[in-house]
């Protein structure tokens, strides 16, 4: 499937999650309606992703990103007042970071989720 495709899909999970339980819960609650929704799609996903940060060939830490869809595209979830230019770059770096090209920042705390949705690709 291509990227775009996907990401269509995942939008669209997204969207049925606001529409159902609205702004201004959680986080961790948007996410793991968002992980019905994406099964319930056909799209496969993990949660919660290990992403190591690699120094001069030594690991140094890791990162978690919220959740990789069909190995492809990185997906940050935020239930946020504003949108902070910090959560740009988070999203830019777990891209950079595990190589992937595609990756989406939500805000679940907006009064329409078209305006929370930010696309990024690298």
């Known amino acids: 499937m291509a ?3 996907i990401t269509e899909k995942i939008i669209g999970c ?10 201004g819960l959680l986080e961790s609650i948007y996410e793991s309606a968002l992980c ?3 099964e319930e799609s056909g799209l496969g996903f993990e ?5 190591p940060v690699i120094y001069k060939n030594k690991s140094i830490g890791e990162f978690r990103a919220d959740l990789i869809v069909e190995n492809q595209i990185v997906v940050e979830l935020k239930s946020v007042e504003r949108m902070d230019p910090v959560f740009h ?3 830019l770096s777990y891209m950079k970071l595990g190589d992937y090209k ?4 939500i805000n679940f705390n907006s ?3 078209k305006d929370g949705i930010k696309r990024f690709i690298i």
Do not use: C, F, Y
Not at 14 to 23: E, M, R, S
């Open 3 to 5: 990227l775009n495709q």
């Open 14 to 23: 997204g969207i049925t999650v606001h529409k159902n339980l609205g702004p």
């Open 36 to 38: 019905i929704e994406l």
């Open 47 to 51: 949660r919660q992703k290990s992403i």
């Open 89 to 91: 770059a988070q999203v």
């Open 102 to 105: 595609l990756g989406l920042l």
């Open 111 to 113: 009064k329409m989720l």
